[in-house]
């Protein structure tokens, strides 16, 4: 399983992931679920995965290897003229790739299912943020859900509920996200750190402001511990019900 967040502040974009996979609870590995490309001054995109791995390192090779074919009716993400239509080509290479890879129908699709989050900006046209499902289609972000997230999203969900603000800072947003990742994996097991970070400032077409964040962070460290003690100190500040 995987855990991926892209959200939307009034000065850009923000995505995290995991780099945990598994194959069972005794197998586990480290594997980048963040993909970016960029044309400086033009675009800058980028894609998180979660779901079947070999499904989504097919998708990312096929995406990949289309940008560097130079015939103008290629369909390459670097030729496409919106996010909407990148949105699109993903959401076709999604589903071509589990179409090759399940030709016994549908049950056997749902054994190399994904989804994607696809966002970065254009020249021409504000920044903006896609999830796209297994089946092609797709959903925007909007004033009404300002993030999209994939995989295992139940568990860090609620924070973001609670604490978003599309004026946060990019330092506040990395903070409310790291709080998010690690509710996530203190209660799921397949997923895990390292955790990617990129950030996306508003008509930079800059997809390079991107970190890995470790275990060892001490910012990190110092994040979810005093997490945890600021909610039981608020616990403890809460009134107590009495029967």
Not at 82 to 107: C, D, H, W, Y
Not at 121 to 146: A, C, H
Not at 150 to 171: C, D, M, T
Request: with cysteine; proline share 5%; aromatic share 10%.
């Amino acid at each position: 399983m995987t855990y991926c967040v892209g959200l939307r502040l009034d000065r850009g974009l923000v995505f995290m992931s995991d780099t945990r996979t598994n194959a069972g609870v005794d197998n586990f590995s480290t594997c980048r679920k963040m993909f970016s490309w960029s044309v400086p001054g033009e675009r800058a995109i980028t894609v998180m995965t979660a779901g079947n791995l070999a499904t989504t390192q097919a998708m990312i090779s096929l995406l990949d290897e289309r940008t560097k074919i130079v015939e103008d009716r290629d369909p390459s993400i670097l030729h496409q003229p919106s996010m909407f239509q990148v949105a699109r080509l993903v959401g076709r290479t999604l589903k071509e790739v589990i179409a090759e890879a399940s030709p016994n129908g549908q049950s056997s699709a749902d054994q190399f299912s994904a989804s994607v989050i696809v966002g970065g900006q254009i020249k021409g046209s504000p920044p903006t943020i896609f999830l796209v499902y297994p089946q092609g289609n797709f959903i925007e972000i909007s004033e009404d859900t300002s993030f999209l997230q994939i995989g295992e999203a139940k568990y860090g969900k609620p924070i973001l509920v609670r604490a978003y603000q599309p004026e946060l800072s990019f330092e506040e947003a990395v903070t409310l996200l790291l709080v998010s990742f690690d509710s996530t994996v203190q209660s799921n097991l397949s997923c895990g750190l390292p955790f990617d970070l990129q950030i996306y400032e508003n008509d930079s077409f800059d997809a390079e402001r991107k970190t890995r964040i470790e275990e060892s962070d001490p910012i990190y460290r110092e994040i979810t511990g005093n997490w945890s003690n600021a909610l039981k100190d608020a616990l403890h500040g809460l009134p107590k019900y009495r029967f």
